[in-house]
C-alpha cells in the first residue's frame, strides 16, 4: 500500500504537522508494509489555475489529462497516482482549507476528472478518470475556535471530501477536527489522529 500525506499548512512542526504525522504512526502500526510519502505543499511551485480549460477537455483515457502549467504538480500527480491511501491535513483560515490547498485541490480537479458524471439533469460534473479506489482521512486543525462550533466554521472538510471523491476515487473513512489548539493543546488530539490513520490502512 503505498501512503501519501498531503499537508496543507505553511508552517512545519505545528499542529497540522504533528497531527499529521500521528495518523502516519497510526497507519504504519496497521500495515507496516504500507509505504508513506509526505508532502509539505509550501514546498512545492504549484501555480493557480489559470482556467484554461485544457485539462478539462483533454480527450486522453490516460489516468491523469495534460495540464499546461509547466510547474511542481506534474511530480506531485505521480504522486498522487501511485497512491492507496491519501491523509490531508490543513489548518482552517476563515473557515476553509488553506489557500495552497485550495490551489492544489483546483489544479486535480480536472486533470484526475473529466466532465462526464450527472447530477439530476445537471451533465459534465466531475468523474474520476481512474477506476482505482482510494481511501482517505482528513484532519482539520482551528486555533480558537472549539470542536463544539465545528458546524460553523468548517467548510474545509466537505470540500476536500467532495474533491477527492469526484476526482481520485477517494472516500474518506474518518475526518477531525481538532478544535482550539491554541488554549487547549493538541495532545489531546494525537491519540485520535493515530486511531484515523490505523483506520485508514486496516481493511
Known amino acids: ?20 504525522d500521528s495518523a502516519i504512526e497510526g497507519a504504519r502500526e496497521a500495515n507496516p508494509s504500507c509505504n508513506v510519502k509526505k508532502l509539505h505543499l509550501i514546498d512545492y511551485d504549484i501555480q493557480f489555475c489559470r482556467n484554461c480549460l485544457a485539462c478539462r477537455d483533454s480527450p486522453t483515457d490516460a489516468d491523469v489529462a495534460p495540464c499546461s502549467i509547466d510547474d511542481d504538480m506534474k511530480t506531485i ?17 476563515m473557515g476553509y482549507a488553506t489557500g495552497i490547498l485550495m490551489t492544489f485541490l483546483e489544479r486535480i480537479c480536472w486533470t484526475f476528472a473529466k466532465p462526464e458524471g450527472k447530477v439530476l439533469t445537471i451533465a459534465g460534473c466531475p468523474l474520476p478518470r481512474s477506476g482505482k479506489k482510494r481511501r482517505a482521512v482528513i484532519i482539520v486543525v482551528s486555533g480558537s475556535v472549539p470542536t463544539i462550533l465545528r458546524r460553523f466554521c468548517d ?4 470540500l476536500i471530501k467532495d474533491t477527492i471523491a469526484n476526482s481520485l476515487n477517494a472516500k474518506t473513512v474518518g475526518t477531525m477536527y481538532a478544535g482550539a489548539v491554541e ?12 486511531e484515523l ?3 485508514l490502512t486496516t481493511n
Open 197 to 199: 490513520g490505523k483506520r
Open 77 to 93: 500527480a505521480e504522486d498522487v497516482l501511485n497512491s492507496d491511501a491519501l491523509i490531508f491535513g490543513t489548518p482552517v483560515h
Open 183 to 194: 488554549h487547549r493543546g493538541m495532545e489531546r488530539y494525537l491519540y485520535r489522529a493515530k
Open 155 to 158: 467548510a474545509a472538510t466537505p
Open 1 to 20: 500500500m503505498n501512503l501519501l500525506a498531503v499537508v496543507g499548512s505553511p508552517r512545519k512542526g505545528k499542529a497540522t504537522d504533528l497531527l499529521v
